[in-house]
């Protein structure tokens, strides 16, 4: 009998299960019974996030190898549940280092929703913006950033207000870069951003690449909308940045 999709797909892939040893008498031995390796708790006792993961189903350790499962599926690649909490714990502490600690972790309480919703989308922004032949420079990147930080009143203070959106400091340059390709599509696309009709106009192109791109998430993140190009239980905008600066600043 072939595994479930599912396990191969969210936790481990199929193995042949393991023969137990033989007996003392020859005519007695034998091996075990067919079927995945599928276990809801490991024996394997390392750390809290382990041991989280071993008591969820669908991302558990496969025999003595521990591998993670993955959050979602984008384009045939996966998106671990390990690169996500590495990047929801860079998150959480740069706000643990900051005097407003307390604050930013309260009003990030979703954060691996939020966290996965933006690494799906960025790879459909990015594909879109492949097909439609839009880059982002880097120069592009640092005028853009050095205008929001002079309207927000200095660079700690545009940091602070990304880690309020769950934007880690080292990843600021690249929701910079993001926001200028979806005003690089938008512009492609004839739409205003600015206007309904012209977010509907991009929200309809980014659908087709989101659906192309066969979008899968693990149940226990919820599901992906094409239609809407979001993680439905994340319920947050495609792109929160700081104010983008005018035009003719960058």
């Not at 595994?3 to 481990?12: E, F, L, M, Q």
């Not at 714990?89 to 740069?94: E, I, L, M, S």
């Not at 005028?143 to 080292?170: F, H, I, N, S, Y």
Request: aromatic share 4%; hydrophobic share 40%.
């Amino acid at each position: 009998m072939s595994p479930p999709a599912s396990s191969h797909r969210w936790g481990c892939p199929h193995r042949p299960p393991p023969r137990r040893a033989r007996r003392a008498a020859p005519h007695c031995s034998r091996s075990s019974p067919g079927g995945p390796v599928f276990r809801r708790r490991t024996a394997l006792s390392v750390s809290a996030t382990v041991a989280l993961l071993a008591a969820t189903p669908l991302l558990t350790a496969c025999g003595s190898d521990a591998r993670p499962g993955a959050a979602a599926i984008v384009d045939g690649k996966r998106i671990t549940v390990s690169q996500l909490q590495a990047k929801v714990r860079d998150v959480r502490t740069a706000q643990g280092e900051s005097p407003q600690g307390d604050r930013l972790i309260m009003s990030t309480g979703r954060l691996s929703l939020a966290t996965l919703n933006g690494m799906i989308f960025e790879q459909v922004l990015a594909r879109g913006a492949k097909d439609a032949g839009v880059t982002v420079g880097r120069r592009d990147v640092e005028q853009w950033r050095a205008a929001a930080e002079e309207q927000t009143g200095g660079p700690a203070r545009l940091k602070v207000m990304w880690l309020q959106q769950g934007v880690a400091p080292d990843r600021i340059d690249a929701t910079v870069r993001n926001q200028l390709l979806l005003d690089g599509l938008a512009k492609h696309l004839g739409a205003d951003r600015r206007q309904p009709q012209g977010q509907q106009q991009l929200a309809a192109s980014l659908a087709k690449t989101s659906r192309a791109m066969g979008i899968e998430v693990n149940p226990r993140y919820g599901t992906w909308d094409d239609k809407q190009v979001i993680l439905a239980e994340a319920k947050d905008p495609w792109i929160t940045t700081a104010p983008a600066p005018k035009p003719q600043q960058l």
